[in-house]
């Protein structure tokens, strides 16, 4: 999906429309005549340890990529940026942690796509991702892989989706978890496209890898730098990334809309949002920090490694595309009658 700025469009008593980024914009703007008690707390901000709560365990590579970004912001802004990770719920303890803390600038979540899936897939959050928390900035992008085990008599999209279409529900695909992204990816596919194929949820991308690599499954869509091990070692068939351009370490693998099925992009993302109300200053001066790390020569390098690619946006562009994602999510969701308790 792209990064549009047009939002839908709002009414006010007099008639006139505005957009949620007109909206946005007014309400980071009034938070500076509104909140005036904390003037000299923004012009000195940080003159503490701020915290960055990471949904993730630590080692993994969500909890590896937040680190080395908290510690270049710390580098620029003189304070040390504190991660803890708050695992559980989907990263939803995290989130809502974050929610329910003070709004001075102090506390922030590094969050993922994760967050766009359970305003849906839960019905009884105890926070609002659009009303509690705050875009600050997008970060990145972990571009998607279909892949198919070799025995699957197809090597493109075009005769893999034949296949499927002549033989409904006989191949079965892979997922680490009812209700996450590589799950509700590959629906979305074969609703868009009219295939079937049966799900297999695991416990985690671990195992799911373990089983699609013997046979077990034949099918999975997951983060391009988990699966490149496996393509490069011939273990699974590359059939098209979903990214909207080839991947710079397999650029051989070509997207799905050059494979004929335009109209169809999965990535996942990451980026880092505050409690509602935080001073407009604060969220300003704090994605410039975050566009200044992006740029630096090892974070580069690190994301890089992940087979990422920076989509660094502001709040308000921000805003539009976590709106775009919970109800590209949530449609599925509710098609498939996915939502928990």
Request: aromatic share 8%.
């Amino acid at each position: 999906m792209s990064f549009s700025d047009i939002g839908p469009q709002t009414k006010d008593k007099m008639g006139r429309q505005f957009s949620r980024r007109d909206i946005l914009a007014a309400g980071l703007a009034s938070s500076l005549m509104t909140l005036p008690k904390f003037a000299h707390a923004q012009s000195d901000w940080p003159n503490k340890p701020i915290r960055f709560l990471v949904g993730f365990s630590a080692g993994g590579p969500t909890d590896g990529f937040a680190r080395l970004l908290a510690r270049k912001l710390g580098d620029q802004l003189g304070q040390q940026i504190i991660v803890e990770n708050r695992v559980g719920a989907n990263a939803n303890i995290a989130a809502e942690l974050v929610a329910r803390s003070p709004a001075d600038g102090y506390t922030f979540l590094y969050n993922s796509s994760s967050l766009a899936i359970s305003a849906s897939l839960y019905k009884n959050l105890r926070y609002d991702a659009r009303k509690d928390l705050m875009p600050v900035s997008l970060l990145m992008a972990l571009p998607t892989v279909l892949v198919a085990h070799p025995s699957v008599p197809a090597s493109t999209a075009a005769e893999l989706f034949a296949y499927l279409r002549a033989n409904p529900g006989k191949l079965n695909y892979a997922s680490g978890g009812t209700g996450n992204a590589q799950h509700l990816g590959m629906a979305m596919i074969l609703q868009q496209f009219g295939l079937e194929a049966n799900h297999v949820p695991y416990k985690g991308s671990a195992p799911a890898h373990i089983d699609l690599i013997s046979g077990r499954v034949q099918l999975m869509i997951d983060a391009s730098s988990s699966l490149l091990p496996y393509i490069k070692d011939k273990r699974l068939k590359p059939i098209a990334t979903l990214a909207p351009q080839r991947l710079p370490e397999m650029p051989e693998i070509p997207t799905l809309a050059e494979s004929g099925f335009p109209g169809f992009e999965l990535e996942g993302w990451y980026g880092v949002m505050a409690p509602a109300k935080t001073p407009a200053p604060i969220v300003r001066r704090m994605h410039s920090e975050i566009v200044k790390a992006m740029g630096s020569q090892d974070l580069k390098s690190s994301l890089a490694l992940l087979g990422g690619r920076p989509i660094v946006a502001p709040a308000e562009k921000f805003d539009v595309y976590l709106q775009s994602e919970i109800h590209r999510y949530g449609k599925i969701i509710r098609e498939l009658n996915l939502g928990e308790e």
